[in-house]
Every structure is written in structure tokens, then in C-alpha cells.
């Protein structure tokens, strides 16, 4: 099976605008969640996506907000860029029907806010 | 209640040695303590996981001990590898909380050869 794919890998972007992120999950799998990683905080939770429903949400700021769509693809928004969200966004996909089980991260997408 | 410690922050191994890497976790409710391995460019992956049942879980050279009355849990990597050098995540969940990973901050290990 091919593994969890995330667009764009890198990317740059200006304080004050705003960011789309995509995930493709594993064939199959249902659930996709979302964490930032930064060398300050580490990884945190932001929110997991289950048959097009948000499940779980973390503490993050309106600002940062998700969808899923019917074939289970996901994509993160963040408005209103700030410096501090420069980070690794992960996504990683599992099948989600029974919690908590196995989750496959992708290689993340590199938000660089200047 | 919803950290997760980790120590040491980076550790260092002869080829051949012992790495063990520490977490605790305050959540009682807690049932679900997987293990992830980072490589740099790469996202973590599920290295091994233990619910609080059992006391150890072991997969060839990755050992998980769990200790539920501390609060407590630990991997230990046997026989270490230079190709095991990577960041080490332990993280926590719950079944209420769906697939919501709570990580440790991580350790860096490197195994010199």
C-alpha cells in the first residue's frame, strides 16, 4: 500500500496570510489526524477527521481549522499566519474504527512564516 | 493530567550497548503507550505499543516496561544500532479521546560505533 501523502512539503508564506495543507491517507483508512511539531513544544495534537467529522479537537486557536472529505483525503487551514506557526504539520491516517489504533504518519509539510 | 514526560533529552550509546529512554504520565485514564521513531525529514513511525495488561512487551531488539503503579514506562533498545540514531517520541492516549496522541518531548539518540 502507498503511504500517507502530504502537499505541499515546503512551503513559505507571509505573515498574515492564509495556508492550505493537504493529506492523502492510506487506501482504506478513515481516520486522519493532524499534530505541529516544533523544536519548542514538540508534537501537539491540533485534530483528527473520521468519516468527514471532526472527532477530537486540541487547544489551538480558531485560526487553525480542518476538513475531510468523502474519500477520506483531509486538508488543514491556518489564517491569519503568525511567525510562531512555523512548523512541521504531520497528518497521519489510521482506520479509525476502533481508538485508539495504529497511525501512520506522512513526511509533513514545512511551514516557514516570515 | 495531560502530560508526558520524557527523559533524557539526549543520550548517547556504544555501538553493541543498552538505550533506555524514560516516560511518566499523571492520567490515570491513560490505556494506550506507543513508542515512534523519527527519522530527520521523515514523520514518526510506530516503533512498538503496550496497554496497561501487561507489564512488558518485547519485539526483537525493542523492549517496552510498563509500570502502572508509577505511573511509569520505558523502552529499551537492546543490542544498539548506528542506524537506530534517530529521535525517540513516547506518547499516551485514551479510548474516549479517539486517535489524540499526547507525546513526551523527545530524546535524540545517538548510537557511536
Known amino acids: 500500500k502507498a503511504g500517507v501523502t502530504q502537499t505541499p512539503r515546503y512551503l513559505i508564506k507571509t505573515r498574515g496570510q492564509q495556508v492550505t495543507l493537504s493529506c492523502s491517507p492510506i487506501s482504506g483508512h478513515r481516520s486522519v489526524s493532524w499534530y505541529q511539531q516544533t523544536p519548542g513544544q514538540g508534537l501537539q495534537f491540533l485534530f483528527e477527521?473520521?468519516?468527514?467529522?471532526?472527532?477530537n479537537k486540541g487547544n489551538f486557536p480558531g485560526r487553525f481549522s480542518g476538513r475531510q472529505f468523502s474519500n477520506s483525503r483531509s486538508e488543514m487551514n491556518v489564517s491569519t499566519l503568525e511567525l510562531g506557526d512555523s512548523a512541521l504539520y504531520l497528518c497521519a491516517s489510521s482506520s479509525g474504527l476502533a481508538g485508539p489504533d495504529t497511525q501512520y504518519f506522512g513526511p509533513g509539510t514545512r511551514l516557514t512564516v516570515l | 493530567q495531560q502530560q508526558v514526560k520524557q527523559s533524557p533529552q539526549s543520550l548517547i550509546v556504544q555501538k553493541g550497548g543498552i538505550s533506555i529512554i524514560n516516560c511518566a504520565y499523571e492520567n490515570t485514564a491513560f490505556d494506550y503507550f506507543p513508542w515512534y521513531q523519527q527519522f530527520p525529514g521523515k514523520g514518526p513511525a510506530l516503533l512498538i505499543a503496550?496497554?496497561?495488561?501487561?507489564s512488558e512487551k518485547k519485539e526483537g531488539r525493542f523492549t517496552i516496561s510498563f509500570n502502572k503503579s508509577a505511573k511509569q514506562f520505558s523502552l529499551h533498545i537492546m543490542d544498539s544500532q548506528p542506524g537506530d540514531s534517530a529521535t525517540y517520541f513516547c506518547a499516551a492516549s485514551r479510548r474516549e479521546y479517539g486517535n489524540k496522541l499526547v507525546f513526551g518531548a523527545g530524546t535524540i539518540l545517538r548510537v557511536k560505533s
Open positions: 503496550i496497554r496497561p495488561d501487561v
Open positions: 477527521y473520521f468519516s468527514e467529522t471532526q472527532r
